[in-house]
């Protein structure tokens, strides 16, 4: 007989951090919504000490900005980790400076992309 297929109902930002936590041994996070529970689903996985499919716990680095993140994705991948961080789209623009670095080394990151509208006249989140 074969084995039966386990189906979960789930949000969107559990599929998400469900998948990066499986495929990453790293993860730079900053909660910032709509993102925020992406990050905190991976911080408790890896508090608990779930493994992914490496066999390993995912390495959790919480920063104090979008800025820290991006620089600490950076720095995982030329370091051969398989990095991921959580931002939403208001967050990704403060993420380019670092984003141009990872592109331009061709280092392999992944970005998860929770969609909220951009500020038109500024990049900082205090308006």
């Known amino acids: 007989m074969k084995n039966k297929k386990k189906f979960i ?3 969107g930002n559990y ?3 469900y998948i990066a936590y499986m495929f990453s041994e790293v993860a730079a996070i900053y909660p910032i919504t709509p993102s925020s529970d992406m990050a905190e689903y991976v911080d408790q996985w890896s508090a608990s000490g779930k493994k992914n499919i490496f066999g390993e716990t995912v390495k959790v680095s919480e920063m104090q900005s979008e800025g820290g993140a991006s620089g600490a994705v950076h720095g995982s991948l030329q370091a051969g980790a398989l990095t991921t ?20 080394e061709l280092l392999p990151g992944v970005f998860h992309v929770s969609a909220r509208s951009l500020a038109a006249q500024s990049l900082s989140i205090f308006g």
Not at 86 to 93: R, V
């Open 9 to 11: 109902t789930c949000e």
């Open 15 to 17: 599929a998400a951090a």
């Open 85 to 104: 961080t959580f931002t939403a789209s208001q967050g990704l623009l403060l993420m380019i400076p670092n984003m141009y670095k990872i592109s331009g």
